[in-house]
């Protein structure tokens, strides 16, 4: 007797949202609105808190001047800081593609740049398929989230929540570089 396949339909990817661009007081939220985490930041620590376990802090990014220098997980590595650029280290894949690639509990994981404001991140033993897309929007876009996670990524929700953070700052400050050198991009900044 010859078995037969059965297909299912895969499990539709998670959005995520943000609700402000404000590091000082976002939060990020699954929908339909189920707060995850809060961001606070003081100008010299940006904390993530974890609204689903009181007190629980899920990373505390210490800041220089523009970008963190240095990240904790209170909960990994004896809360020790460990470089930003050591967890995700920037690099150039085969294919001339510019990368970071994210160090975490389940092995290394790849931010690929598709273009200046999105990045998908794939497993680096397998570039063909993302696990996330990532899109980082200078203004919350209504009804547009922050990110998708595939649904067996959950794993790894708190390790792209917190490079998304990094990734959307420093995509942001390149941002605001090209408009100190180069000038705006011709829209209105007074209205």
């Known amino acids: 007797m010859d078995s037969t396949t059965t297909l299912v ?9 943000l609700t402000s661009t404000d590091s000082k007081n ?14 606070t930041d003081d100008g010299k620590q940006m904390i993530v808190n974890d609204r689903r376990t009181p007190g629980r802090i899920a990373a505390i990014f210490h800041q220089r001047e523009i970008l963190p220098n240095t990240i ?15 967890w995700l280290r920037k690099t150039k894949l085969a294919d001339g593609t510019i990368a970071f690639v994210m160090g975490t ?3 290394p994981y790849v931010w690929k740049i598709i273009s200046s404001h999105r990045q ?7 570039l063909d398929r993302p696990i996330a897309s990532c899109s980082f929007h200078a203004t919350v876009s209504n009804g547009k989230p922050a990110f998708l996670l595939e649904y067996d ?25 090209i408009d100190v050198f180069v000038g705006s991009s011709g829209a209105d900044k007074t209205s």
């Not at 339909?9 to 949202?17: A, D, Q, V, W």
């Not at 904790?72 to 050591?86: C, D, H, L, T, Y």
């Not at 998908?120 to 397998?126: E, L, P, R, S």
């Open 26 to 39: 976002a939060t990020f939220y699954a929908h339909p609105g189920i707060p995850l985490y809060t961001i």
């Open 9 to 17: 339909n895969p499990t539709p990817p998670t959005p995520y949202f």
């Open 105 to 107: 509990d389940y092995g």
């Open 72 to 86: 904790s997980f209170p909960e990994r590595n004896g809360n020790a800081p460990i470089s930003v650029q050591k």
């Open 153 to 177: 990524a959950e794993p790894l929700r708190e390790d792209i929540l917190l490079a998304y953070l990094l990734q959307r700052q420093r995509v942001i400050s390149e941002d605001r570089l």
């Open 120 to 126: 998908k991140v794939y497993a680096q033993y397998d």
